[in-house]
C-alpha cells in the first residue's frame, strides 16, 4: 500500500545522516555526481569561532555605489577567491563572509565575532544547506536557523535570506522539507526568503562539481552570481509610496431652515349690544347662535339639511315664558311635533 506525503514528512522530521546511506543518495539509479569542473580548493585561514576555513571580504567603499554583504558556506568560495566574478554595474558593490562547512549554529558564531568595517546597505544569508548533514532533526535545524536570523535582525536592518542550491547525494524530499522549514521560520520573522532550486534543474549535471554538491565554477555558481545580483538589485529598489488619490468632492446638500408658522385663533371681538344673537360656530350643516345675555345657545338648521328633533327638557323660567304663547292644555302639547325648517329652536346652554 502506498504510503503519503504525511509519512514521508514524519520520517524526514527525524532523519540522521547515517538514515540516507554511504553516499547520501536515496536511489542507486539516480545521479549523484555533477559534469562541471571547480577549482582546487585554496588555503583560508581558520576561524577561532569555529576551527573552520573562514574569509571575510570587504570592498573599499565607493561613492554612490551600495554595498551588498553576502553570508554563506563553502558555495561562496569562488566569489572570494575571485575565479567567478559578479555581475557588474547597478551601482553596487558585493562583500562576502564565507565559512566552507558551516552550519546555522556555526555560522551564528562567525557572524557574532566578524569584525566588518563597514555598514552594509543589505545583507544576504545564503541558507544554510549544510544542516542537511550536521543536524539530526528538521525541528534542530529550524532552532538555529531562527537564532541565526535573531543575531542578524540585531546587526542590520534591511536583510534578505536566498535559498541554499539543490545537492546531488542528498533525497529531494528532504531538502524540499528542510526549505519549508527555513522559509516558515523567516516568514514568521518578517524576513524574506527567495527561491532558487527551481533554476537548477536535476537534468543539467554540468551545474554540479563532481562531488554532487558544490556548483561548477563555469556553469552553476555563474547562474548562482546572478541570482545575488538580480535579487539584491530588487531589494535595493525603494518601493515607490503612491499618494492617495484625490478624494472625490462630495455633493453639496441643500439645507432647508424649517419655517414655523403660527397660527392664531381669531378672537371674536365683544358685541356692541349685549343684547345681540353672536356666531360661534358655523359648519355645512348648521349654525350655532349664542346670546350672551340669556347664556342660551340658538341653532338655526339650514332648509336642505333638516335635523331630526329628540325631547328636550327646559328649565322653569322657559316652560312660563313658552307657556304664554303657547298654551300647555292643547291636546298636541304631550306630542312632540315636528320643526319646521328655517325656526329657531332655542336650548338651554
Known amino acids: 500500500m502506498p504510503r503519503g506525503k504525511d509519512h514521508r514528512r514524519a520520517r524526514a522530521r527525524n532523519f540522521a545522516p547515517m538514515d540516507l546511506g554511504p553516499t547520501g543518495h536515496p536511489s542507486p539509479s539516480a545521479p549523484s555526481s555533477g559534469t562541471g569542473f571547480r577549482h582546487p580548493v585554496r588555503r583560508w585561514p581558520v576561524s577561532s569561532a569555529t576551527g573552520k576555513s573562514h574569509k571575510c571580504l570587504v570592498p573599499p567603499e565607493s561613492p554612490g555605489e551600495k554595498f551588498v554583504l553576502v553570508v554563506g558556506d563553502s558555495h561562496l568560495r569562488a566569489l572570494v577567491d575571485g575565479i567567478v566574478r559578479m555581475p557588474g554595474g547597478g551601482g553596487m558593490t558585493f562583500g562576502f563572509i564565507s565559512t566552507p562547512g558551516a552550519s546555522a ?52 536592518s534591511k536583510l534578505f535570506v536566498l535559498d541554499f542550491p539543490p545537492r546531488l547525494t542528498v533525497a529531494p524530499d528532504l531538502q524540499t522539507f528542510l526549505r519549508q522549514d527555513f522559509n516558515r ?24 562539481a563532481r562531488d554532487g554538491v558544490h556548483l561548477s565554477d563555469d556553469g552553476g555558481m555563474v547562474l548562482l552570481a546572478s541570482l545575488l545580483w538580480n535579487y539584491s538589485a530588487l531589494q535595493l529598489v525603494e518601493p515607490e509610496v503612491q499618494a492617495p488619490p484625490p478624494a472625490s468632492p462630495r455633493p453639496a446638500v441643500r439645507r432647508v431652515a ?29 349654525v350655532c347662535l349664542l346670546c350672551p345675555h340669556d347664556n342660551i345657545s340658538v341653532f338655526s338648521i339650514p332648509q336642505a339639511a333638516p335635523l331630526p328633533v ?25 306630542a312632540a311635533a315636528p320643526v319646521p325648517a328655517g325656526n329657531k329652536v332655542s336650548v338651554l346652554s
Open 105 to 156: 549554529a556555526e555560522l551564528y558564531k562567525e557572524v557574532r565575532h566578524a569584525n566588518i568595517p563597514r555598514t552594509p546597505d543589505l545583507v544576504c544569508l545564503l541558507a544554510p544547506s549544510n544542516n542537511l548533514t550536521a543536524s539530526r532533526t528538521l525541528p534542530e535545524a529550524a532552532v538555529d536557523f531562527r537564532r541565526l536570523l535573531a543575531l542578524f535582525q540585531s546587526k542590520w
Open 185 to 208: 521560520v523567516a516568514a514568521q520573522m518578517g524576513i524574506k526568503y527567495l527561491s532558487v532550486a527551481e533554476h537548477f534543474s536535476l537534468d543539467h549535471l554540468e551545474l554540479w
Open 258 to 286: 424649517p419655517k414655523v408658522v403660527v397660527r392664531e385663533h381669531p378672537v371674536s371681538p365683544p358685541p356692541t349690544n349685549p343684547f345681540e344673537w353672536v356666531s360661534c360656530r358655523k359648519n355645512k350643516t348648521a
Open 310 to 334: 329628540s325631547p328636550v327638557r327646559f328649565s322653569p323660567a322657559i316652560l312660563d315664558l313658552m307657556d304664554k304663547f303657547y298654551p300647555s292644555d292643547l291636546d298636541c302639547a304631550g
